[in-house]
């Protein structure tokens, strides 16, 4: 779904430059400090958003793009409890991975897996399931 801009501090810079809830942050570019670097975050994961942004030490160009209903739709289904973050897509393991600890799912090599959440309870690993094969269906 992208990233949204959600809240703004009144009187900081931020603010000042006019960004608001509801703003789509599509490139990050702070080819000034480091020459050449540019990210598109327009689909990005929060895991890859966050990564980015790291990155960032300083003065930085931020391209946004108004964007309401998307990020009304995401507050909804955040709400609603339909989806735990803004991260939802599929992908087919290569290797086989047995459970380690109890809340680890075990994956089979070749299983379809719906990701739902990258940076799950702020941690650096996924939230997923397994997907019935046949019916596409969360299992």
């Known amino acids: 779904t992208g990233i949204f801009i959600h809240r703004v501090t009144p009187g900081s810079i931020a603010d000042e430059m006019s960004l608001s809830p509801g703003q789509q942050v599509v490139l990050v ?18 895991e890859e958003a966050l990564w980015v942004l790291e990155k960032v030490n300083g003065f930085c160009c931020l391209s946004v793009k108004h964007n ?3 990020y ?6 955040l709400n609603s409890k339909l989806v735990t973050s803004g991260d939802s897509f599929y992908i087919r393991s ?9 809340g680890e799912l075990s994956v089979g ?25 046949y019916t596409m269906k969360d299992m």
């Open 29 to 46: 570019d702070y080819g000034v400090i480091e020459p050449g670097f540019k990210a598109v975050l327009e689909d990005a994961t929060l």
């Open 72 to 77: 009304k739709k995401l507050l909804t289904d």
């Open 109 to 133: 090599c070749h299983n379809i897996l719906h990701v739902t959440d990258t940076v799950y309870q702020g941690q650096t690993q996924w939230s997923a399931c397994q997907v019935n094969p």
């Open 68 to 70: 309401m209903e998307g």
């Open 94 to 102: 290569n290797l086989c991975l047995e459970k380690q600890d109890s």
